[in-house]
Structure formats: C-alpha cells, structure tokens
C-alpha cells in the first residue's frame, strides 16, 4: 500500500509539473485532488479504523463521529498569543488517543516535531506539564530540526514508520516551503501507515491543504476550580477551555463551540457561552484609585497650519 502512494504521488508532481509548463496549474491539482479523495473514500470502504472521538455528542456528530486516525488534521491559531492553546488542544487530543490506545493494549509513543522560530515564541514541551495536562512523558518524544526540509523529512518518515501512536507536525506561519504539494504527501503516507498526523500551524492563515479537518483554535476564559463538595473556590482558575472553530469539514455551516479539557479524565467538556457583564457594584481584582482627568489642555485639537501649494511638474 505504501507503494501505491508513492506511485500516486509522483503522477500527481508529474501532472502538476506539465499543468505548470502550459500555464495551467489548477486542472492538474485538482484532478490530483479529485483522485486522493476517491482513493480515500474506497480505502475507508475496505477497512475500518476507529476514530477519535470528542466525547461531546454534539461535536461528534459535526465530525461524522470524530477526528480520523488516518489523515491529517490541522490546529490553526491566527495569532502568536493564541499558539498557547492550539498547542492544549494538540497535546488534549493526544492524551485521548493515548488513553483510547492504552485501553486496547497500546503503549506506542508520541513524537512532537517542534518549530525552530515557533519554539522561540511559543517555548518547548515541558515534561511535569505534559504530566498534569494528562500526557505520559515517557511515552512523549520531541525533536527539533533546524530547518523546515528536515522537519518536513523527519515528519514523513515517522508517519510511513507507523512507529508513533500520533505526530505532531508543528509549522510557523504560512512557509512558501510547506505547501498543497507538500501537505498532499503528508497526508498519502498517514492514508498508507493508517496514522494520524496533527498538523499545529502558528499564527498562519487559512491555506488550501490536504488536511481532512481544520479546527482555528483560541483561548476562552476559565471557570473557577470545583470543590468536592460541588460548590467553586474563589479566585481560582480552573480547567482550560478552548474556543473552536470548525474550518474544513464536510459540514457546510461553520460551527464554532466551546469545549472545557479535565485533564485528570482528559476528557471534554462542553462549556456554554461565559457572561463576561460585571454586575452592579462589583469591582476588579485589582481595584485602585481611578487617574486624574487631564488639566490645562485643549478641548479640541489645534487647527491645522498654514497650506502651501506647489506648482505641478507636469
């Protein structure tokens, strides 16, 4: 089978390739696309691989049942303060397929391929957190390339391996070498290794990708920690919650929710919608004497100087 795609991927650079000399890329790539999707649906026919599932009915449902373990599916942030929490939800989606796996008798490891420029912006993993955010760290394993070709390299050939129970392929931004070609690729091994790739892209947009799902990935607030007794503690901070967005699905309607993580179950929680209104009286945590309004200073901006008008050149 790993033959098959490697065959089928050189007839799609070979197409792409003469659609580029005749000036006429989008023919070559769809037809390409058309392919991969037919192939994919007939692979699917013939076996039946489990998928990964939310646990949150409604979310499944969106999914056609959950996320496939076989394809690629991308966790987008727009921006650079957000990359925090597409990275949770990579690391929560892993930790349900360690648990999923462990409960058939699988104890594969995890293989995180960091970004050099993300890792300067985001950080590396961090062995006591991935801990309590529910991931085994001796099960985890991280590398760190130094140039994207040999992330790109390192990444295909731990998906054709199907020696890791998942990898993270993590990518800042949108690089002009990690493109529809490239992604493609990606996607025809995890078809023929029957493997899941997470693709984690940093502060990038929205781009066309082999990807079978796209979840844009923010961060919404949390809630206060539980008691035992049911009741909440005052002043903390519990779970996190992620706020996301179904982007590339078989779903039409865009769908966007909020889901909670525990990483003690690492399961999901849906959240609804927080009221973020202040009510009547209720200060700031940090509540403190309000600033002055400023004195001695114009109620309207000066006018403008003088104009001087030049003569044309022309």
Not at 137 to 164: C, G, I, T
Request: net charge positive; charged share 25%; glycine share 8%.
């Amino acid at each position: 089978m790993a033959q098959n795609a490697l065959a089928r991927e050189r007839l799609f650079a070979l197409r792409e390739t003469i659609a580029k000399l005749e000036g006429k890329p989008a023919p070559a790539l769809a037809a390409a696309e058309q392919e991969a999707l037919a192939e994919g649906r007939k692979t699917r026919q013939q076996r039946s691989l489990p998928l990964l599932q939310f646990g949150v009915e409604f979310v499944d449902r969106a999914l056609e049942g959950g996320l496939p373990l076989d394809a690629i599916t991308e966790f987008r942030s727009a921006l650079s303060r957000d990359a925090g929490a597409a990275s949770g939800l990579a690391m929560a989606v892993a930790a349900r397929l360690q648990k999923q796996e462990s409960g058939a008798g699988k104890l594969l490891p995890l293989l995180w391929i960091g970004d050099t420029v993300g890792t300067l912006e985001a950080g590396r993993p961090y062995a006591p957190g991935l801990r309590n955010f529910g991931l085994c760290p001796e099960r985890f394993l991280h590398a760190s390339p130094r140039k994207l070709d040999e992330a790109l390299w390192l990444a295909e050939a731990a998906v054709e391996s199907a020696a890791f129970s998942a990898v993270i392929f993590e990518v800042r931004g949108n690089p002009a070498h990690f493109g529809l070609t490239e992604s493609r690729r990606l996607s025809l091994r995890a078809h023929a290794a029957r493997r899941p790739l997470f693709l984690l892209r940093q502060a990038g947009a929205e781009e066309a990708s082999s990807a079978a799902l796209r979840l844009h990935v923010e961060p919404a607030p949390s809630g206060l920690r539980p008691l035992p007794d049911g009741s909440k503690l005052a002043g903390s901070i519990g779970n996190p919650v992620f706020r996301l967005t179904l982007e590339k699905s078989r779903n039409s309607a865009p769908l966007s929710f909020l889901l909670e993580w525990n990483p003690h179950e690492r399961e999901f929680f849906p959240v609804a919608e927080p009221n973020l209104v202040r009510p009547p009286g209720e200060q700031s945590a940090h509540a403190g004497a309000q600033l002055p309004a400023s004195a001695n200073r114009p109620y309207r901006p000066q006018a403008m100087g003088g104009l001087l008008a030049f003569e044309r050149a022309s």
